[in-house]
Nanobody, 125 residues
């Protein structure tokens, strides 16, 4: 099973990007979908997660008010809208799918069964 993350790129500080995560050939409409990121030399960290229905989201404090996760289950796609980007947002961003909302919001990377390949986001000054 493969998730495909896309939309990364180079953007100036203060700019915006929208990442997409698609799951061709499989439906993830019943899964919680999370976004993580990993900067060079650092561990992969949780960014945010959206429930299967799209009605509940959770974010790490550093992105609250700037990042928004949404999903379109009809298109089997999840989005990460990133605004007011900062230098410290530079990282490889990964999407992931979790069968359990509890694990998705409490177990970090261990709570997710399926992962995408990552897309690079670079924020420049």
């Amino acid at each position: 099973v493969q998730l495909q993350a896309s939309g990364g790129g180079l953007v100036q500080a203060g700019g915006s990007l929208r990442l997409s995560c698609a799951a061709p050939g499989r439906t993830f409409s019943s899964y919680a979908m999370g976004w993580f990121r990993q900067a060079p030399g650092k561990e992969r960290e949780f960014v945010g997660v959206i429930a299967w229905s799209g009605s509940i989201t959770r974010y790490t404090n550093s992105v609250k008010g700037r990042f928004t996760i949404s999903r379109d289950n009809a298109k089997n796609t999840v989005y990460l809208e990133m605004n007011s980007l900062k230098l410290e947002d530079t990282a490889v961003y990964y999407c992931a799918a979790a069968n359990s909302w509890v694990l998705a919001t409490t177990a970090g990377t261990d709570g997710y069964e399926y992962w995408g390949q990552g897309t690079q986001v670079t924020v420049s000054s």
